[in-house]
């Protein structure tokens, strides 16, 4: 169980170009959902908390005008990078959590990440 | 500044042998830690968890160890095996932090396993 799947694993495009990624909890309703990002040898870092129904939290940092997050549904939340530069270049993993929004000592899991890479 | 420190980049291990693996945290507000097993392209694998009103939480050949007056957990993983190797995280999270996130995971820079056979 607590599978999640993020879409598409891999994507390689020209600068300026918007990138959207996809996180689907697929046997469970996740109200949150978190995006993070991971640079070579570094550790994952939280970018923003993602919740069903309202306004993504951004962690400092991170411009909330770049990296477009969009909780639709229980399941799914969007990642969208705008106008991507190869600075953008990067692991981006989401993770969902079980349980409702109060109930934050459950365990995170996550997608298998996107290998994000900018020409 | 790193609230949670995995000081160990790597460690190497004889396939049977015990691997632990460990981790250090700064903030007290820290109630519930986590181990993640990570492969090469894959997301992180949740592994075990244990809730900071505890001092050890075993399942099957893992076993979480956590020392709250040092500010130390450790993994154990007893007999270790060659598909255990992978890339090791520590993460922490609290009911509530300094910004008011509830429950954001606080990751270490994580530890390579090899386990040799």
């Known amino acids: 169980g607590a599978v999640v799947s993020q879409h598409p694993s891999w994507v390689i495009c020209k600068s300026g170009t918007s990138v959207k990624i996809e996180c689907r909890s697929l046997?469970?309703?996740?109200?949150?959902m978190f995006w993070y990002r991971q640079f070579p040898k570094q550790s994952l870092m939280l970018m923003a908390t993602?919740?069903?129904?309202?306004?993504?939290?951004?962690e400092q940092g991170v411009e909330k005008d770049k990296f477009l997050i969009n909780h639709a549904s229980l399941t799914l939340s969007t990642l969208t990078v705008t106008s991507a530069h190869p600075e953008d270049s990067s692991f981006y993993i989401c993770?969902?959590?079980?349980?409702?929004?109060?109930?934050?000592?459950?365990?995170?899991?996550f997608g298998d990440g996107t290998r994000l890479s900018i020409l | 500044d790193q609230q949670v420190k995995q000081n160990s980049p790597s460690l190497s291990v004889q396939e049977g042998r015990i691997s632990i693996l460990n981790c250090d945290y700064t903030?007290?507000?820290?109630?519930?830690f986590l181990w993640y097993k990570k492969y090469p392209a894959e997301g992180p694998t949740f592994l075990i968890s244990?809730?900071?009103?505890?001092d050890k939480n075993e399942d099957g050949r893992f076993t979480v160890f956590l020392n709250k007056s040092a500010k130390h957990l450790s993994l154990h993983i007893v007999p270790s095996q060659p598909g255990d190797s992978a890339v090791y995280f520590c993460a922490a999270s609290a009911r509530r932090l300094a910004r008011g996130s509830q429950g954001n995971l606080i990751f270490g820079k994580g530890t390579k396993l090899s386990v040799k056979p």
């Open positions: 993770s969902a959590r079980v349980g409702q929004g109060d109930q934050v000592n459950q365990p995170q899991h």
């Open positions: 046997d469970f309703q996740a109200t949150t």
């Open positions: 993602s919740n069903e129904g309202s306004k993504a939290t951004y």
């Open positions: 903030n007290s507000m820290f109630d519930y």
């Open positions: 244990i809730s900071s009103i505890k």
